[in-house]
C-alpha cells in the first residue's frame, strides 16, 4: 500500500517553502513520525515526519524545490519487509545512486555511496562473500579517492592544470540565498523605505544592576534554576516605559494608530541562517526569572530551528543586542509594523563623572530607533531616559516611579 507523504498547511502569512533537506533516499526504511525532510520557509524551518512505517518508494521534488501546502513531497511503500531483495528493488528507482552491486546489502553503505557519488565497483569489499562495508566506504574516501585523485591529476594534459587554483588566486563562491535570510532582506528594505526612521543615542551606568547580579546570582539560579542576566533588567526597564510612553508601543496600520494595551517583547536572535526574533508575549505579567527563562528556551530553539511562526508574530517592541558581539555603537532597524527598537551594545569601563570626581564605570550605549511618523522627537528622548533612569537605579522598577 502507497501513502502520501504532502507538504503540511502553511499559515496564511506563508506562501510557500522550499525544500531544505532530504534526510532519506529512495529505498531507505522509514519509521513512523521520523522526520523525512526539512521545509525552509521565510520564517523557520519545519519537519516532515512520515505518517506511517515503510520504505521510501519515490521523491518527487528535489532539494531547493519550491512547494505549496498539499503538494505530494514523496510516496511510502507501507509494510515493505526488510529484505535485502525488497531493499534493493526500492533503491534502484533512485536517481542518487546509479548502479548496485550484489554484494551490497546495507542501506547506510548505499546511502554513503550515494552522498559521495561513488560507485560499488570502485570499492573492494573486505566483508563476508565480499561484501562493502560502512569502513570501507569511509576508508576509500579518506585515502583511495585522494589517491585517485592525484594520479588523474598527473596524468591530465598541462590544459586542465589551469583547474588547480594558485596560491593567492582571487576565488569566488556563489551560493543561493536562504528564504530567511531573503525574507530578512527584505523586510529591513521595507523599514527603510516606508518608515520615517530616526535613531536617538544615550548610555547608561550599569553598576547597579551589576552590583546586584553579583550579590543575587547565585541564589537567584539556585532557586529558579536559571542565571540572572541582563535581559530580565532590560525587558522590565522598557516594559514600565512602554506604559508610560504607550506611542513607542503602538503600530500603524495604513491610516490608523493601532494602540496596544499588553506588552509582547521581541528578542533578536542571531542563528546561522539568519535573524529572528520570537516573542516574549505578556512581558508586563512575567517575574524576572519567568523572562530569564522564556528567552533562554525562544533564543535555544531559535538557534536550531525549532521555532513555531506563531512564536514569532505580533511582538509590539523589539530589543537586540548587539554587545554580545562586541558592537560599541549602532543603529538597529526597526522590525514592521513596530514603531521602536532598543538597541543594547557592549558594556565598557569608562571614566565618568560623579559628584564632580572621575570614577571608571560599566557603561553602555543605547540606541532607540523609531518611526517618526508617529513617536515625536520629545517622546522618544524621554523614553530612552526613563529605560536608563530603570536600569541605573532598578529600585524604581519595584517601587514604580
Known amino acids: 500500500m502507497s501513502i502520501e507523504v504532502k507538504v503540511p498547511a502553511l499559515p496564511e502569512s506563508v506562501a510557500d517553502a522550499t525544500i531544505a533537506t532530504w534526510h532519506k533516499k529512495v529505498g531507505d526504511k522509514i519509521s513512523r513520525d521520523e522526520n523525512i525532510l526539512d521545509l525552509e520557509t521565510d520564517k523557520v524551518v519545519l519537519e516532515v515526519p512520515s505518517p506511517t ?66 560507485q560499488p565497483s570502485q570499492i573492494e569489499g573486505s566483508g563476508k562473500d565480499g561484501r562493502i562495508t560502512k569502513d570501507d566506504v569511509v576508508s576509500y574516501i579518506k585515502t583511495g579517492r585522494d589517491k585517485n585523485d592525484t594520479q588523474q591529476l598527473q596524468a591530465s594534459p598541462k590544459k586542465s592544470e589551469s583547474v588547480v587554483s594558485a596560491p593567492g588566486a582571487r576565488e569566488e563562491r556563489r551560493e543561493p540565498m536562504s528564504r530567511l535570510r531573503a525574507k530578512v532582506a ?98 508586563d505579567h512575567l517575574s524576572m526569572a519567568e523572562i530569564e527563562r522564556s528567552i533562554g528556551d525562544a533564543a535555544g530553539r531559535a538557534r536550531i530551528g525549532k521555532l513555531s511562526i506563531e512564536e514569532m508574530q505580533g511582538g509590539t517592541f523589539t530589543i537586540t543586542n548587539g554587545g554580545v558581539f562586541g558592537s560599541l555603537l549602532a543603529t538597529p532597524i526597526i522590525n514592521p509594523p513596530q514603531t521602536g527598537i532598543l538597541g543594547m551594545h557592549k558594556i565598557q569601563d569608562r571614566p565618568v563623572v560623579e559628584n564632580g570626581q572621575i570614577v571608571i564605570r560599566p557603561m553602555m550605549y543605547l540606541a532607540l530607533s523609531y518611526d517618526h511618523r508617529l513617536i515625536d522627537g520629545k517622546d522618544s528622548v524621554q523614553f530612552l531616559v526613563s529605560v536608563k533612569e530603570f536600569l541605573e537605579d532598578p529600585s524604581r522598577l519595584l517601587l514604580n516611579i
Open 186 to 283: 527584505e523586510r529591513l528594505l521595507q523599514a527603510q523605505h516606508n518608515a520615517a526612521m530616526l535613531t536617538t543615542f544615550n548610555e547608561v551606568n550599569l553598576k547597579a544592576v551589576m552590583d546586584i547580579r553579583a550579590q543575587h546570582k547565585d541564589s537567584f539560579e539556585k532557586k529558579y534554576g536559571v542565571k540572572l542576566g541582563f535581559m530580565s533588567f532590560f525587558t522590565k526597564a522598557v516594559v514600565e516605559s512602554l506604559k508610560r510612553f504607550p506611542a513607542v508601543n503602538a503600530s500603524i496600520d495604513g491610516q490608523d494608530i493601532v494602540y496596544h494595551g499588553y506588552y509582547d517583547i521581541g528578542i533578536a536572535v542571531s542563528t546561522e541562517r539568519g535573524l529572528v526574533v520570537p516573542v516574549i508575549r505578556n512581558a
Open 53 to 118: 512505517d515503510g520504505v521510501l518508494k519515490e521523491i518527487l521534488f528535489k532539494e531547493g524545490d519550491i512547494v505549496n501546502s498539499g503538494q505530494v513531497l514523496a510516496i511510502i511503500t507501507q509494510g515493505e519487509s526488510s529484505s535485502s531483495k525488497t531493499v534493493e528493488k526500492a533503491a534502484a528507482s533512485s536517481k542518487d545512486v546509479t548502479a548496485l552491486d550484489d554484494k551490497l546489502t546495507s542501506p547506510a553503505v548505499r546511502r554513503i555511496l550515494a552522498e559521495n557519488d561513488l
